[in-house]
């Protein structure tokens, strides 16, 4: 086979790849909007739920006590896909010097390093691929948070664990620490929002156990999405490099390709006006 055929050749497969990495480009941005939308709800559902438990911590500061000898727990956020450059390792490295009582992991990728975290890693579990597949981690995580404790549910957690969630926000390059449980941090000084205590039809422990649930599956939601966000947000960065180098390496190869190709015109015209003066 000649070289400019073995170059066209070459060509065509560097061709499909690019279709395919330019696909998965799409995908990551269009799944960067949709994440986006969500984030946005999610934050003021979060914000919303803050400014009720403080109003009502104002006035009932008992449910919130926490015990300072609680473990404290880790859930790292890391990628359950590839094609997003240093995502994980970076996580790794920016709990190196946390003392962490352990650390449940997240994304089968960064599952794949677990060696690699300096804290004891105590549970591992599947990330999600797309905004749809949340819920279902979530709930999974829910589980292996109950584990954790005596307690057997999530909401009788606040007491007994402290779960630092860290991960990837959506600034470039920024890796962010939130502080899960115990939930609602105070401020020093921080006064009554209202003049008059809330009024509750359930007793003040039961209600909190349950604002504590809903905040939580909310809180962790919005974590999720802003994680999931920043991973396209590095995969988009990562095919775009990629797509870009493709592009290049094929317009060189093209040249090449032109220049053997002339040259295998030329000899074939001298081979026939060698044969035509034998004649």
Do not use: W
Request: net charge negative.
């Amino acid at each position: 086979m000649s070289l400019s055929r073995e170059l066209q050749l070459h060509i065509t497969q560097l061709t499909e790849i690019r279709s395919i990495l330019n696909s998965m480009k799409n995908l990551a941005l269009m799944e960067i909007h949709k994440l986006q939308r969500l984030k946005t709800m999610q934050g003021q559902a979060v914000a919303n739920i803050e400014r009720t438990a403080l109003d009502f911590l104002d006035f009932y500061p008992g449910p919130a006590a926490v015990d300072d000898n609680a473990a404290h727990v880790c859930i790292l956020l890391g990628a359950e896909r590839g094609f997003c450059g240093d995502f994980n390792e970076s996580l790794i490295n920016a709990i190196a010097t946390g003392a962490y009582t352990g650390v449940i992991a997240i994304g089968s990728r960064l599952c794949n390093r677990q060696e690699d975290i300096a804290a004891e890693v105590i549970a591992t579990l599947e990330g999600a691929n797309v905004a749809e597949e949340i819920p279902a981690v979530i709930n999974r995580l829910i589980d292996a948070i109950s584990s954790l404790h005596d307690g057997g549910t999530a909401t009788k957690a606040v007491s007994a664990l402290q779960l630092t969630v860290v991960y990837h926000d959506t600034a470039p390059n920024q890796i962010a620490q939130r502080q899960a449980l115990p939930p609602f941090p105070r401020q020093n000084g921080q006064t009554q929002h209202y003049g008059n205590p809330p009024i509750l039809n359930l007793e003040p422990g039961e209600f909190f156990a349950d604002l504590l649930h809903h905040y939580l599956f909310a809180v962790l939601h919005e974590i999720f999405y802003i994680s999931l966000m920043a991973e396209n947000h590095r995969r988009l960065q990562h095919l775009e490099g990629a797509v870009n180098h493709l592009d290049d390496e094929t317009v060189k190869l093209q040249r090449k390709s032109q220049i053997y190709r002339q040259e295998e015109i030329t000899e074939e015209i001298e081979v026939i006006l060698l044969n035509a003066e034998n004649l």
